[in-house]
């Protein structure tokens, strides 16, 4: 008995934060349920999103290249970072798999009754970039000032990682330019900290405004196909999560995956951001015994490049759009367009809302005489998704770093890492 205190107030220290989210959440949702006027408290979310976007551009160009900069070797810096593209690509394959599955087997009953929703915009309005000028937007960026910019995050990390292996290739660690990349990354890991107070005020305010405003299209023909795509972000997460960080870590990985997933997940649901959600990821991986070096790597790129939850609402998106306007979504052509629509949700893994760019590339290859239509179907979508699809992009982020641990650091990185701790 003289034991039970002292656990209610570690229980409490270790998950304040959390459950204040989570108090957050449920308050903003009953809020926006009751009330029509609750999406005049949208600035409270936006404050804390345009806070967290301030300080993630820095903290995505410093993390990449002081984690490069500063590592033992040169070698190792190519194997985290081929490790880290390939686990990404393998758990987005998975991901993608089991979402079209689901889409064939429930397709009939899922779309039966469907009815088209128009939405507002024109087809005037929309101006189609070419795939050539798409991919040479995503990695680069015609002026160096154009790269301090959360709309050009992947642009970014490419210039980080360019500059990282620059400075080992001046001697790492040893310069001191490496030393000052070190020490500004971990100011600015200390100015999150303080941003992050503000969270639960932030997603009371951004739930209230997201019922308030979405809430009724629940109740539409969207509602099913809204419930199977949540559901189903869920168990991905629940059943997968697991198995990848047992894989990635070994026995106990699970149990130490579980303690830190809540903190991601639910940061992640409320700001609808994998950028926003880089410092809770980073922290929630050092807690694990994430080699630093990886944590800065990883998390970083997978806001951008780790898209498991975009995937899925890619495919959902197609199947939705084919039996909207009556196309067999069993053909070729379908399997196209959710490698199309896969491909291009790297560009908006980062952004709420989706920015709308992998949507464009859609529509405007698939129904280009429909784009008018199709367009806005799709982006409603990607706006009612976007909790659940961020939530899993996010939160596989951080388990991805169990994995490209296991990789650079051995398969005992993580026992090594409770030894100390027991220690």
Known sequence: MSNTPNRQGSFLKNYWFVISMFVGIAAGCIVGAVWP???????????????????????????ISSAIANLGNIRRAGKLLSSTVLSFLVTAAIASVIMYVVMRVMHGALFSSLQGYAGEGTAEEISVATVPTLIINFFTKPDFTELFSRRAILPLIVAAILFGFGVQMS????????????????CIMNVVKIITYYAPIAFFGFFA????????????SYGLTLIVYYVLSF?????FAPIYAKFGGGKGAA????????????????????V???????????????SKDVAEVVLPLGATMHMDGSAMGAILKVAFLF??????????????????????????????GGGGTGDLVLCSIFFPEQLAIAYPISIALADLIDPP????????DYVATFIVSRYVDGRDWLQKQLNKKEN
Request: aromatic fraction near 12%.
């Open 171 to 186: 001697g790492g660690p040893a310069t001191k330019t490496a030393q000052l990349l070190a020490d500004i990354n971990g």
């Open 209 to 220: 405004y997201l019922v308030a405003t979405y809430g009724k299209d629940f109740m539409t």
């Open 389 to 396: 699809a961020t939530m899993v992009n996010a939160a596989m």
């Open 323 to 352: 039996a909207f306007f009556g196309q067999d979504f069993t053909t070729g052509r379908a399997i196209l367009a959710i490698v199309v629509a896969v491909f291009a949700s790297v560009a908006m893994s980062g952004i709420p």
């Open 37 to 63: 006027g609750a999406t005049a408290l949208e600035p409270l979310g936006t404050l804390f999103i345009n806070m967290m976007f301030c300080v993630v551009v820095p903290l995505v160009f410093f993390s």
């Open 235 to 239: 168990a991905y997460m629940f059943i």
């Open 276 to 290: 926003a959600t880089i410092p809770t990821n980073m922290e929630a991986a050092e807690d694990s015994g994430v």
């Open 255 to 274: 149990k130490v995956m579980w303690k830190h997933l809540a903190k991601p997940a639910a940061v992640s649901f409320g700001t609808c951001s994998s």
